[in-house]
């Protein structure tokens, strides 16, 4: 049972991680390049962003739990917890906070695009936000990663 919680751990690592590297520096940039509507390629990468999102979330919960267990009382001097930890957080903030805001601010826009409104400035302050989380929490993946296997002694 322990080699199964261990590739589980390895395995949630890489899907979380590599998720967020995948859709946000490939999958998301190439929406916006080939698609004609950059409305469009919005809704869609937002729907990517909101999916590992939950991915996310769902790896967390996983990972804080494998640790919590593995390490006992000792978890809270790993530095892959506290990694896990950070990035969950963040991903609560911009799963339940923020994007939750620009979906809004895009329907007060309507009829009109949110970025032909006057709610223009708010949308992009809302983004940049999203985008300085997003890269700190890409930063941090790629950091657990690499220390992954810290977690697993």
Not at 29 to 49: H, M, N, W, Y
Not at 86 to 108: E, H, N, W, Y
């Amino acid at each position: 049972m322990r080699k199964l919680a261990d590739a589980l751990y390895i395995i949630a690592i890489t899907l979380w991680v590599g998720g967020v590297w995948t859709i946000g520096y490939m999958a998301a940039p190439v929406l916006f390049a080939s698609l004609g509507d950059r409305q469009l390629a919005g809704v869609i990468a937002g729907k990517l962003f909101a999916l590992i999102g939950w991915v996310g979330l769902g790896s967390a919960a996983y990972l804080l739990l494998f640790l919590v267990s593995r390490w006992g009382g000792r978890f809270f001097k790993s530095a892959v917890f506290w990694l896990v930890l950070a990035m969950a957080l963040m991903t609560l903030a911009s799963q339940f906070g923020i994007q939750p805001l620009m979906v809004q601010l895009k329907a007060d826009a309507l009829p009109r695009e949110v970025m032909e409104s006057v709610l223009r400035d708010r949308f992009v302050a809302w983004h940049g936000i999203s985008s300085i989380l997003y890269l700190v929490q890409s930063l941090l993946g790629a950091w657990l990663a690499l220390w992954g296997s810290r977690g697993l002694k």
